[in-house]
């Protein structure tokens, strides 16, 4: 079975510290991986994605992921966290019939 | 602009009062997904539809139809709700089911079932 796991439901991190939020995934056969980042009261904004090629993947705000096969990772990270990128954050795998495969979620605190 | 809506946004109702969410795309995407999203478990797939009058379950059916009549509406039904339907309903579209297609979703959907 296809699925997503997010270790930790709260990372705290000190602006201008870089940051990362882990994901990690089980799925047979090449993933597509997502990040979705959910701002209080909005709707989920897609940040970046991962299909094939560069195992490092570049997205809106500032934000990359590293697709690591041998470990199952997609880890989010920023070299500099901002307080405006305190969000909900949440990693996906495409399934076979389109849906995506959500994980739990992190909340990211950055504090000024 | 390209976008997902939802309607309406914030819903108060009673157990067993037919109520619809709207969901419309203007972006052609043929694919087109209800999800929702309640604290610790993530988003979960409610419905989805590859194309017009095509649709199918996902996850977590029981208690919720869809149709699509068009292909850029695509309205979540709940004939008789109950206070577990209480959620954050996200409707979403994408270009197809296939591949990394991006999914783009709407502003999301707060039901209270009383």
């Known amino acids: 079975a296809q699925s997503v796991a997010q270790p930790e439901d709260q990372v705290n991190v000190a602006e201008g510290n870089p940051l990362t939020v882990k994901c990690t995934y089980s799925v047979s056969g090449n993933p597509y991986l997502f990040w979705y980042v959910q701002y209080p009261n909005r709707g989920l904004q897609f940040l970046l994605k991962y299909i094939t090629g560069d195992n490092l993947v570049k997205g809106s705000y500032g934000f990359e992921a590293e697709f690591n096969k041998s470990q199952t990772s997609f880890h989010l990270k920023k070299p500099s966290a901002l307080v405006s990128d305190s969000a909900l954050y949440f990693c996906?795998?495409?399934?076979?019939?389109?849906?995506?495969?959500f994980g739990q979620g992190t909340t990211l605190q950055v504090k000024p | 602009e390209a976008q997902v809506t939802q309607n309406p946004r914030y819903l108060i109702t009673v157990t067993g009062k037919k109520l619809t969410v709207t969901c419309s795309q203007n972006?052609?995407?043929?694919?087109m997904s209800w999800y929702r999203q309640d604290p610790g478990l993530g988003l979960r797939q409610i419905y989805y539809s590859m194309n017009v009058e095509v649709t199918d379950k996902g996850d977590v059916p029981e208690g919720y139809k869809v149709s699509r009549k068009e292909k850029r509406n695509f309205p979540l039904i709940l004939e008789s709700p109950s206070p577990n339907q209480t959620s954050l309903y996200f409707c979403a579209s994408s270009l197809s089911a296939g591949g990394g297609k991006t999914q783009y979703f709407g502003p999301g959907t707060r039901l209270l079932v009383l």
């Open positions: 972006m052609n995407h043929e694919y």
């Open positions: 996906a795998v495409r399934g076979y019939t389109g849906k995506l495969i």
